[in-house]
């Protein structure tokens, strides 16, 4: 993912217990690089008919266009942000604490905000405008966020969930708001097998 290679050394760069750690990772980013540049000649650079990615003959770009893809797609982006971030919002709400000490939380944070910052800012163009390929990077970063936080979450029930109602309500909500986040996704997926279309 294009969310990794800038998360890694500035994850290593915040942590600061190793430089030995950040300029391997500086190493490993820019190795990348590297490939994304040429990839990048590949799909972008070279004429449509000598690309063994063009499409219908066009040249492809990136474009620098703040919220275009997002705001195009989106009917409603506050209602967006609500549905795709509510268990996030509820877990960090309640169990903020504990989370936010824990380094694979940050981390996993860290990949997924940089996955919708890039989203939010970047388009692919012309006609691969609505192809909305910088999207797919964000429910992978979502989910390894969300396989992250489950797993703290559990590790802590397991130390605190039998400690009486005060601290159990707690996780009953947030097993609640999975339950519906699990559920909306079911259904999401349902009517995509049904219909064939994603919105």
Same mark, same amino acid.
């Given at each position: 993912?294009?969310?990794?290679?800038?998360?890694? #050394?500035?994850?290593?760069?915040?942590?600061?217990?190793? +430089?030995?750690?950040?300029?391997?990772?500086?190493? *490993?980013?820019?190795?990348?690089?590297?490939?994304?540049?040429?990839?990048?000649? &590949? &799909?972008?650079?070279?004429?449509?008919? !000598?690309?063994?990615?063009?499409?219908?003959? /066009?040249?492809? !770009?990136?474009?620098?266009?703040? $919220?275009?893809?997002?705001?195009? $797609? =989106? /009917?409603?982006?506050?209602?967006?942000?609500?549905?795709?971030?509510?268990?996030?919002?509820? =877990?960090? @709400?309640?169990?903020?604490?504990?989370?936010?000490?824990?380094?694979?939380?940050? *981390?996993? =944070?860290?990949?997924? &905000?940089?996955?919708?910052?890039?989203?939010?800012?970047?388009?692919?163009?012309?006609?691969?405008?609505?192809?909305?390929?910088?999207?797919?990077?964000? #429910? &992978? =970063?979502?989910?390894?966020?969300?396989?992250?936080?489950? +797993? @703290?979450?559990?590790? /802590?029930?397991? +130390? /605190?969930?039998?400690?009486?109602?005060? !601290?159990?309500?707690?996780?009953?909500?947030?097993?609640?708001?999975?339950?519906?986040?699990?559920?909306?996704?079911?259904?999401?997926?349902?009517?995509?097998?049904?219909?064939?279309?994603?919105?």
């Amino acid at each position: 993912m294009l969310a990794y290679i800038p998360a890694l #050394p500035t994850y290593l760069l915040l942590k600061s217990d190793s +430089k030995k750690k950040f300029f391997m990772s500086v190493g *490993f980013s820019a190795t990348f690089l590297v490939f994304i540049y040429f990839s990048k000649i &590949i &799909i972008f650079d070279l004429n449509p008919n !000598q690309s063994p990615f063009f499409y219908f003959g /066009e040249k492809g !770009q990136i474009l620098f266009q703040p $919220f275009a893809v997002w705001t195009y $797609f =989106s /009917e409603s982006p506050v209602l967006d942000i609500l549905s795709s971030f509510f268990v996030l919002f509820l =877990s960090v @709400i309640l169990f903020g604490k504990v989370l936010l000490q824990d380094l694979e939380f940050k *981390f996993s =944070s860290l990949i997924a &905000i940089i996955s919708i910052l890039i989203y939010f800012l970047f388009a692919e163009g012309p006609e691969r405008f609505l192809h909305s390929n910088f999207y797919w990077q964000i #429910p &992978i =970063s979502l989910f390894m966020l969300y396989v992250v936080m489950l +797993k @703290i979450l559990l590790k /802590e029930f397991e +130390k /605190e969930g039998v400690k009486g109602s005060k !601290q159990l309500w707690k996780f009953k909500v947030v097993g609640l708001g999975y339950f519906l986040h699990i559920l909306s996704g079911g259904y999401y997926l349902a009517n995509y097998i049904k219909t064939g279309y994603f919105f």
